[in-house]
């Protein structure tokens, strides 16, 4: 799920990795992403506030949040991120946070 805004609140989302990159869509079947995010020049961090959630700061300073089920699939995303960010020769990513958390 992604946070939308305190009006809306979490609107479930289809997120895939796909080289270096986060995608994520309103649904499995939709064509066009909604958000295409860089993980090499994205900062990863867990939400000390809420177990399940992972706070996503892209290079122009912009937030994201997801969350997810539970604490095991927010360490497999985690997880996933962080290996895609670094299996790009010659990149260079910002520092992450050692612990995070995502809902």
Same mark, same amino acid.
């Given at each position: 799920? %992604?946070? @939308?805004?305190?009006?809306?609140?979490?609107?479930?989302?289809?997120?895939?990795?796909?080289?270096? !990159?986060? $995608?994520? #869509?309103?649904?499995?079947?939709?064509?066009?992403? %909604?958000? @295409?995010?860089?993980?090499?020049?994205?900062?990863?961090?867990?939400?000390?506030?809420?177990?399940? !959630?992972? $706070?996503? #700061?892209?290079?122009?300073?912009?937030?994201?949040?997801?969350?997810?089920?539970?604490?095991?699939?927010?360490?497999?995303?985690?997880?996933?991120?962080?290996?895609?960010?670094?299996?790009?020769?010659?990149?260079?990513?910002?520092?992450?946070?050692?612990?995070?958390?995502?809902?």
């Amino acid at each position: 799920m %992604k946070y @939308v805004n305190i009006f809306t609140g979490w609107k479930t989302r289809y997120c895939i990795i796909c080289g270096h !990159e986060l $995608i994520y #869509k309103k649904s499995k079947e939709d064509i066009q992403p %909604k958000k @295409v995010l860089n993980l090499l020049t994205t900062e990863i961090s867990m939400n000390d506030k809420n177990e399940c !959630e992972i $706070i996503l #700061k892209s290079h122009n300073k912009k937030h994201y949040q997801l969350k997810c089920s539970n604490v095991t699939e927010k360490i497999q995303w985690v997880d996933a991120m962080r290996t895609a960010a670094q299996q790009s020769p010659g990149r260079k990513r910002p520092d992450t946070k050692s612990e995070e958390k995502v809902k």
